[in-house]
């Protein structure tokens, strides 16, 4: 399957994974209100951002691994799990110690109840990301998207059953993500169970870990820049505010919709490709994201008023200015996806991580300051602050890992349009 053709399956299980996410979003924001809305967005986020914490980079030392070394796969699935096992060990030993400091400052508001069921889908998320990431391995993009795409429709599905049909509300609505992600992984073991051969060796356990370390502050830090308002903006203010701010992000996140399904299929393809036809590829998928990004956010720009009232009603008016203002600069954040890729796939993760670092760094101490006495405003004012700087930052250092000017990156060209054209017509689709 080519690069377009991955892209494309991957959206429209994007897409599955957007309209089911949406459905909960509205549904919780207009029947239990706005402090559910921030209850419910808060503890989803600290979920995944617990996940990226405990894995190490084990995801993708999986995907890089089971894609290079063909001959051991059956052995390599053995340490992925072993790995994940430990992990999930550790997790569980660290949550028991912390969990009452937490609901004590940025999980404030949040009943118990709530966070005692959301740890349960922890470890289960754990095991899901794993196997996920070994079928992306083995490039079998038309399986990781069919599970991708049952994954969600299960949350959905067991969402309508708990929260809507036996109104448990949100209660249900966690219930749901923990029953779909205890199939998932049922499912998952009855796929792998006859090719796992467990047999561990310090060295490459040492290996995999190398290489997930490299790659693992990159993500770990991306999630942090892009959730730490949030949960400043309810130490600082209430629950209500951040549900008036999901929603506001909700929207701008639709933004980097296309770049990561884009980012998702590029890294395996890239990870094969001479360093002359990497740097032509990526320039070129830059190009055509760039364009399709801006014209996106200007639709969100004139048309976001309306949205907001036709999804969730007037009483999340309050979310408009704030997603005006973050229009921008996840424009720029979302060339993260490509670029991530690309310097992962020339053995460079750590001019990720230190980009992040350094918009995480800022970002952190600039919100500290500026949420606490503008709240809401404030917040979506440092964010696309430092998501510009992120973006700027690594369209920088491309130029200059891939010797391009700032026009052959950013401006589209007519042999991209070209392209394009020749992708999404009837003629024979080619490669990039």
Partial sequence: ??????????????????????????????????????????????????????????TNSAVYFVGKERESRG???????????????????????????LLDSILKGIPRQYVRIMIFAI?????????????????????YNVFEMVC??????????????LRLGMRGAYLSFVITYFLMDCVFFLLFIKKI??????KKIRDILHYGLRTYLGPICFLLICRIDSFVLNLYRDIRQVGFYSIAISFAELIPFIPLAVGTVLFPKLVSQETQILNTSTARVIRVLFLFLVLLGLTFFLFGKWMILFMYGKAYIPSLIPMNILLPGFIFLSLY??????FNAIGKPEIVALILIITLLIKLFSSIFVISKWGIIGAAVTSTSTYLLCGLLFLAVFM????????????????DIKYIWNVFSPLKINKV
Wanted: aromatic share 16%; no cysteine.
């Fill in 400 to 415: 200059i890992k891939s010797r391009k000017r700032l026009g052959e990156i950013l401006i589209i060209r007519n042999a």
């Fill in 152 to 165: 969600y429709f299960l949350i959905f599905f067991n969402f309508v059953i708990f929260a809507v049909w």
């Fill in 123 to 143: 470890p289960l998320l754990m095991f899901n990301q794993i196997f996920l990431s070994m079928i992306l391995g083995l490039n079998r993009m038309v399986m």
């Fill in 1 to 58: 399957m080519n690069f377009i053709k991955g892209s494309l399956l991957t959206v429209v299980s994007k897409t599955i994974m957007l309209l089911s996410s949406l459905f909960i979003s509205i549904y919780v924001a207009r029947i239990l209100g706005p402090e559910a809305r921030g209850m419910y967005y808060l503890l989803v986020q600290i979920v995944s951002i617990a996940v990226l914490l405990s894995m190490f980079g084990i």
């Fill in 337 to 342: 996806y490509p670029f991530s890729s690309y």
């Fill in 197 to 202: 051969k467990l047999h561990l060796e310090w």
């Fill in 75 to 101: 052995e390599l699935y053995g340490y992925f799990l072993f790995l994940a096992v430990l992990s999930s060990t550790v997790f569980i030993i660290f949550i028991a110690i912390t969990h009452n400091s």
